[in-house]
């Protein structure tokens, strides 16, 4: 009894856990959160410390002659990178820049609509 409650504990958490995503800048200053609504529309919010700056906001993307793309969206597959690196301008104020970030991708996928 004590295993299948905990597979299915594991499996809500591993299931809520893949609707919510939430990436912190490098010096953590910065959060960005992506989610799911329960009707599959792909949601952002963005926060400096704990003050919410853009609050949760729907990601639609409509292409002409194209059936929208905002609604019944399923997480294929969640990918996240640190990138730090530094690169030469060829003019400038400054001998170097350094790009210094997180990324977060997340493939989404719809249902083909008829």
């Not at 856990?17 to 963005?46: K, M, V």
């Amino acid at each position: 009894m004590y295993r299948k409650t905990s597979i299915l504990v594991a499996f809500v958490l591993l299931v809520l856990g893949a609707t919510a995503q939430t990436i912190h800048s490098p010096n953590g200053r910065l959060s960005l959160t992506f989610s799911l609504t329960a009707a599959g529309e792909p949601t952002w919010a963005l926060s400096i410390g704990h003050k919410p700056v853009i609050l949760p906001s729907t990601l639609d993307i409509k292409a002409k002659d194209k059936p929208p793309f905002g609604k019944g969206c399923a997480i294929k597959a969640i990918d996240t990178t640190l990138v730090d690196e530094t690169w030469k301008p060829v003019w400038g104020e400054v001998n170097q820049i350094r790009n210094h970030y997180r990324q977060l991708a997340v493939t989404l996928q719809q249902p083909a609509v008829a």
